[in-house]
């Protein structure tokens, strides 16, 4: 009994008895809670010390710390300097990775100060990579900003022991402390904003960046059957370009969901981006931003309205509560609370309506008016013009056309197009695609039947050529018309005529010692192209014979010619350039070529 007691004076328990178990369990529950509170307590003093913008923070490049806790520029002139080049460059190519290339190529290094080690406040230049300059770019401090909480930590994705993990990717927007003007800016609050947009419109769910390519749609195009984004495909040395959908055969080894040459869809679009852009279109549009304005006005006032009866009641809450007697404790309190109820409905309201009138896009000005007014006169002429590059018509198409998707029906030339264009505005369109067969032609069942039908009233082909051109039947490329061999073959493949149609080759009169190209080769054993090459060079006569078919060339070669050709013929080839003797007037064939 008395152990226990001196066990107890020294704070020693025994986990075997009952009563000492429970105290031990209690008490680490309360150190457990005063750890939290601790903790909290904390945590709340570092948010209102940021709040207060004066929380100290690592500065990124191109900033330092004074001792005093002050941020400024980085002293070092070469530094400020190379910030200021890396958002210029990003003005000028708009993606990181292009920006990363140029400093790449001209050995540009990012001037960073040393955060620990022997070295630490030492600038070091460093090479450029993705992330910082991704960093750099998404960073507000540029812009003068103080925020908090840009990398916000995600519980689930920290690891155990290490505290650094887990943090999200700069969010900029959802930061917890946001400070305008609090720092010294490198770039304007309107340019970080703008390259905000940019990165995230260069991603690529939102379509990526403008490519080099010359086809229009890449990056808006998206598949009507699978509903995935399409492709531009360049073959031909870059000069035919199409639109694929690679999806179903990159992921499941299926054939190609659907192609259509780019030229046609890329015609209509920008057709419709000129007819979008022309003055009549842009009064219109203007017209629409003023009636916009109108109805801006009446939300205002109803806003305002809204506000003012907000106050009067707050206003009735507080004269109430002035008007009761102070003894009255019970009514007292109801009068408080509904007062206070009052000032929180106003104060939610007055937040409200900033953020409506922070979010809704100001008309344009008069000036900014005339401006456009006086742009669209010169647009088409802008959009033909050769200094334009296939990504400047691709920004501007990005600028109006929000996504289309585009479905071929089966396999014939028709095609669907649906244009979102910003605004939330549809439009819908088809299009004729050149194909390669006639037989996939969403006409092709009625064409062979008109075509049979003519034939039975006993025309020839090139009447109904005729005809069905006058109809208004067209071919499925490369000709706008029909001719009669393709008539014929039209006829023979759907089964109407089964007679082969075909010329009979004019005869040819021979005069003595003549061979047609094919006979010579065969009698000396030499490829016909040698004998082309040397009627080509002149080393063999040769006539043509009526008509411009191969067959209707004839050589003339006398026996002593067809001798000297056969003994080159059997020379084994090192030897073969010593000349054979002359024959006759003729020029000996040799087999320089
Ligand atoms: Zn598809």
Redesign the pocket.
């Known amino acids: 009994m008395d152990a226990r007691r001196k066990r107890r004076a020294v704070g020693v328990y025994d986990p075997a008895n009952y009563n000492d178990r429970l105290l031990l369990g209690l008490k680490g529950t309360m150190s457990e809670a005063e750890l939290h509170i601790l903790k909290a307590r904390m945590l709340a003093g570092r948010k209102a010390k940021a709040g207060r913008g004066e929380l100290g923070k690592p500065v990124p490049m191109g900033y330092v710390r004074r001792p005093s806790g002050e941020v400024t520029f980085d002293p070092d002139e070469q530094a400020q300097t190379t910030i200021r080049l890396v958002f210029d460059l990003f003005d000028r190519f708009r993606t990181v990775g292009k920006v990363m290339t140029y400093l790449v190529e001209h050995d540009i290094r990012m001037p960073v100060r040393a955060r620990n080690g022997p070295q630490k406040g030492d600038l070091e230049w460093r090479r450029v990579n993705r992330a910082s300059l991704l960093n750099l770019f998404a960073n507000p401090i540029y812009a003068g900003v103080y925020a908090y909480g840009v990398r916000a930590v995600d519980k689930r994705r920290q690891k155990p022991g290490r505290p650094g993990t887990g943090r999200r990717s700069p969010r900029a927007g959802e930061a917890e402390i946001f400070l305008p003007n609090c720092l010294p800016a490198y770039i304007s609050f309107e340019r970080y904003r703008r390259n905000q947009t940019q990165l995230q419109s260069n991603r690529a769910a939102w379509g990526g960046a403008p490519r080099a390519g010359t086809a229009l749609l890449s990056g808006v195009l998206v598949?009507g059957?699978?509903g995935?984004r399409m492709q531009a495909q360049y073959n031909n040395n870059g000069h035919a370009a199409r639109y694929v959908?690679p999806?179903?055969k990159s992921s499941y080894g299926e054939a190609f969901?659907?192609s259509l040459k780019a030229r046609p869809l890329d015609d209509l679009i920008a057709s419709l981006v000129l007819e979008a852009m022309t003055p009549a279109a842009i009064e219109a549009s203007v017209a629409l931003a003023e009636n916009l304005e109108a109805e801006r006005a009446a939300i205002d006032r109803h806003w305002r309205q809204r506000l003012e009866r907000a106050g009067y009641e707050v206003e009735r809450a507080r004269r109430q509560y002035a008007a009761v007697e102070p003894e009255n404790r019970l009514v007292a309190r109801t009068l408080e609370r509904a007062w206070e109820a009052a000032l929180t409905v106003q104060a939610q309201l007055e937040a409200e309506y900033e953020r409506l009138k922070r979010d809704k896009p100001q008309a344009p000005s008069a000036a900014e008016l005339s401006a456009i007014r006086e742009l669209t006169d010169d647009l088409p002429a802008l959009w033909r013009a050769q200094t334009t590059t296939p990504g400047e018509r691709q920004t501007i198409v990005r600028l109006l056309l929000e996504r289309a998707p585009v479905e071929v029906v089966g396999r014939t030339e028709k095609v669907r197009v649906e244009c979102h264009w910003h605004g939330a505005s549809h439009t819908t369109h088809e299009l004729t695609r050149p194909i390669a067969r006639l037989d996939t032609l969403s006409t092709y069942p009625a064409l062979t039947a008109r075509a049979a039908e003519l034939r039975r009233k006993g025309l020839d082909c090139a009447q109904i050529a005729d005809i069905l051109n006058g109809e208004g039947w067209r071919p499925a490329k490369r000709r706008d018309t029909f001719n009669a061999p393709m008539v014929h073959h039209l006829l023979i493949k759907s089964g109407a005529e089964t007679v082969k149609y075909r010329r009979r080759p004019p005869r040819i009169e021979r005069r003595p010692n003549e061979w047609t190209i094919r006979e010579l080769a065969e009698e000396i054993g030499m490829p016909q192209p040698t004998l082309y090459t040397w009627i080509q060079k002149g080393r063999l006569s040769c006539r043509n014979a009526g008509g411009s078919s191969k067959r209707a060339k004839l050589v003339s070669a006398d026996p002593d010619t067809v001798a000297a050709l056969k003994a080159i013929r059997a020379t084994p080839s090192p030897w073969r350039r010593i000349p054979p003797p002359p024959v006759g007037k003729q020029l000996p064939p040799t087999t320089e070529s």
């Open positions: 598949c059957r699978c995935l959908c999806s179903m969901c659907q």
